[in-house]
């Protein structure tokens, strides 16, 4: 069954559900997102009903914001218990402690954050909410300096909350040592018998060492192939501790030059956010990850990637960083903007008046044109605005 809830959903999940017949849970926030009353709708007492008897029937949110809905009427439901473990970023690094004993973390109130001297810390380090999304109030300290900035930053006046507190809470922040490697996004699920089932993983792309920014996730066969090995076993072994099965996840690692993977984070009960990575191979390939997750099959990625070995795929985030105030803002050309990749293959709009995103592209470049992804990642995106 889906979960469905602010802030998007796209067309692409919607013909999935109802292609495929999926039953979706009709709370308030789902009837008022989609309107199409041709969906398997089912009543909120008919899906705890379900999910009280089936304790392993597969559920799938498209968003954080539909998780608090199971807080709130399965709160002692096992499941309840998994998402908090893996909400909270704290909670989480002390259940993978054993596995990464020298790890070092701290919990912070953000009303602490002003009075902590940079003397008492170790650089580098990141400090982030414990219950966060969408790099917001995430930054990159290497030295004093950066923490005097952080802590301008990082000032309740300054932190304005788009989402609600089960997604994004600015009350507590995490301060964890840098973890060094580039930087992977994975789509997956644990299958009915507790496997990895591994269904996208994408490379983040950042401009600089510094850059926290959500712009470029790309992927491609190689990619996929290269990784699927080490880190089917480092998030099974995560798995088999918590008994997880028929539980899709959207997790964040980084690999280090000598292969070892070390955790950022793991989202539950979902892939990326916004329908983005969840949708980009659906999109680009016709692989449909929604569809694997509720089959409990495994991609081919053979067949999947056949005959395009040589390209890559990558879901581009229009963040608004531009530096102009959305209520100065008249539109944004977007089929300027599309003339820049060699094959933009979906452009989705958003309402900046709503949410800091201007919206996604979903892009096929060949491998070797390393140009195109790069240039996306440093622009400000200026040139694309019609002011008012």
């Known amino acids: 069954m889906y979960l469905l809830d602010k802030p998007f959903v796209s067309d692409f999940l919607i013909q999935t559900i109802k292609e495929k017949r999926y039953k979706v849970v009709a709370t308030k926030a789902a009837k008022k997102l989609v309107s199409d009353e041709a969906l398997e709708w089912i009543s909120e007492e008919e899906a705890l009903m379900i999910l009280k008897k089936y304790p392993t029937e597969p559920i799938?949110?498209?968003?954080?914001?539909?998780?608090?809905?199971?807080?709130?009427?399965?709160n002692e439901h096992e499941l309840a218990k998994q998402i908090d473990l893996f909400k909270?970023?704290?909670?989480?690094?002390?259940?993978?402690?054993?596995?990464?004993?020298d790890f070092y973390f701290e919990q912070i109130k953000l009303e602490d954050i002003q009075k902590r001297s940079p003397e008492s810390l170790s650089f580098p380090l990141v400090i982030k909410p414990s219950i966060g999304f969408f790099s917001i109030g995430v930054h990159i300290v290497t030295n004093e300096q950066d923490w005097v900035q952080a802590q301008d930053k990082l000032k309740p006046e300054k932190l304005q909350n788009l989402?609600?507190?089960?997604?994004?809470?600015?009350?507590?922040?995490?301060?964890?040592?840098f973890i060094e490697g580039e930087e992977y996004a994975v789509d997956y699920y644990y299958n009915d018998a507790g496997e990895v089932v591994l269904l996208n993983v994408m490379h983040h792309l950042f401009s600089s060492g510094k850059d926290t920014s959500d712009r470029v996730y790309t992927t491609s066969k190689e990619i996929i192939t290269k990784h699927q090995s080490g880190i089917e076993g480092f998030l099974g072994n995560i798995g088999h501790q918590l008994n997880l099965k028929k539980f899709p996840a959207h997790a964040e690692v980084r690999i280090d030059a000598s292969g070892k993977i070390v955790p950022i984070e793991i989202n539950?009960?979902?892939?990326?956010?916004?329908?983005?990575?969840?949708?980009l191979l659906g999109v680009t390939l016709g692989f449909n990850s929604y569809q694997c997750f509720f089959e409990n099959k495994r991609p081919?990625?053979?067949?999947?990637?056949?005959?395009?070995?040589?390209?890559?795929?990558?879901?581009?985030?229009?963040?608004?960083?531009?530096?102009?105030?959305?209520?100065?803002?008249?539109?944004f050309n977007y089929?300027?903007?599309?003339?820049?990749?060699?094959?933009?293959?979906?452009?989705?709009k958003l309402d900046i008046d709503e949410y800091p995103i201007f919206g996604f592209v979903f892009a096929e470049t060949l491998a070797n044109n390393t140009q195109e992804l790069t240039h996306i990642l440093k622009d400000d995106l200026k040139k694309y605005l019609i002011l008012k």
Not at 60 to 74: G, M
Not at 164 to 175: D, E, G, K, S
């Open 335 to 348: 089929s300027k903007l599309a003339n820049h990749f060699e094959n933009p293959m979906l452009v989705r």
């Open 268 to 279: 539950p009960l979902r892939f990326g956010g916004w329908c983005t990575t969840g949708d």
């Open 60 to 74: 799938y949110s498209n968003s954080e914001n539909a998780l608090s809905w199971i807080t709130q009427h399965l």
């Open 300 to 331: 081919d990625w053979e067949t999947i990637f056949e005959g395009k070995e040589d390209k890559k795929y990558s879901v581009v985030i229009l963040d608004n960083s531009t530096g102009v105030a959305p209520t100065d803002i008249e539109a």
């Open 163 to 177: 989402f609600p507190a089960n997604v994004l809470n600015t009350n507590h922040f995490i301060i964890e040592e």
């Open 88 to 101: 909270d970023k704290v909670k989480f690094r002390a259940f993978t402690k054993h596995l990464f004993p």
